[in-house]
């Protein structure tokens, strides 16, 4: 059994947690770009927050077209995460347990939205699920279904450029969780499907959710692929990005305010996952 002293040999000793004293003197060579750095960061989101009309934001978050946009965002965020933990878990599980001939392959393709330009990553679902695309012919002529400038089309392309941050993560959770456990499992009768199930999904199921933050988070902030693929309807396809973009041309300080929504949300989500990342060695 680990102990609290096992884990910390200092306090076993009886000395006291304080920092270590580092010896000798700051390299200013790596301070100084150092604190550029943060400064280059920082000073953009400082500004956002000095310029914000505090005094008329509540009027503002209450218009009727924010509320729309945001609405719009939060529903297509959670579908689009919901299809990506439908699909990308499995995938996720492929791609760690299942030695497959080029698997480095699909690992590499799986990540591509990661650094594609996401107006590209639109373009690419244009030619495929568009009506004239090679899969939108037939969805229409088959299901009569149309994805391109509609509010489905919104959550395909949040999912396309989103699942990667899934796929990573789960995937970095089945490498690390212990396989005893499963192979326990196996022995003792269970089928492969009920040791996924039962076994597996609870092992790394903080992987899971932290991926899943991800994702959504990844998803609300889209931009790029949704109006390439999507457009930019009122109502249907005008998302948050989609509005803060419209707005910074007409009305400034709306955009401000739109700005500061996604910003809160996404210090929320690092705040959620300070454990994870943050905190870890």
Same mark, same amino acid.
């Given at each position: ?26 390299? @200013?060579? =790596? ?10 960061? &920082? ?17 503002? %978050?209450?218009?009727?077209? &924010? ?23 499995? =995938?996720? @599980?492929? %791609? ?22 996401? &107006?590209?990553?639109? &373009?690419?679902? %244009? ?6 695309? =090679?899969?939108?012919?037939?969805? #229409? ?41 499963? #192979? ?8 492969? @499907? ?33 109006? $390439? ?6 109502? $249907? ?8 973009? %419209?707005?910074?041309? $007409? ?31």
């Amino acid at each position: 059994m680990v102990t609290p002293e096992h884990a910390d040999p200092d306090r076993a000793a009886g000395r006291s947690a304080a920092p270590r004293q580092r010896s000798g003197r700051l390299p @200013w060579m =790596l301070v100084l770009p150092a604190l550029l750095g943060l400064a280059f960061l &920082v000073l953009p989101l400082a500004g956002l927050l000095i310029r914000a009309p505090w005094s008329t934001l509540p009027q503002r %978050l209450a218009e009727p077209h &924010v509320l729309e946009a945001l609405r719009l965002s939060l529903v297509c965020a959670t579908i689009a995460t919901a299809l990506c933990l439908l699909l990308g878990v499995p =995938l996720a @599980w492929l %791609l760690a347990r299942v030695d497959f001939p080029g698997r480095r392959v699909v690992r590499a393709l799986v990540t591509v939205p990661l650094v594609l330009p996401p &107006v590209v990553g639109g &373009v690419a679902l %244009l030619l495929v699920l568009g009506r004239r695309g =090679l899969l939108g012919q037939w969805l #229409e002529s088959t299901f009569g279904v149309t994805l391109p400038f509609t509010t489905a089309g919104v959550v395909v392309a949040e999912a396309f450029v989103a699942m990667p941050f899934l796929v990573i993560s789960v995937e970095g959770a089945l490498r690390g969780a212990d396989q005893r456990f499963e #192979e326990a499992a196996a022995t003792l009768g269970a089928s492969r @499907w009920v040791v996924f199930r039962r076994v597996t999904l609870p092992l790394i199921m903080p992987g899971v959710m932290a991926g899943a933050v991800l994702c959504w988070a990844r998803a609300l902030g889209e931009f790029g692929a949704t109006i $390439t693929f999507a457009g930019n309807f009122p109502g $249907t396809t005008r998302t948050m990005p989609l509005a803060v973009y %419209l707005a910074l041309e $007409t009305a400034p300080e709306a955009a401000i305010v739109l700005s500061l929504v996604l910003l809160a949300v996404s210090v929320i989500i690092l705040a959620s996952l300070r454990d994870r990342w943050v905190n870890s060695p």
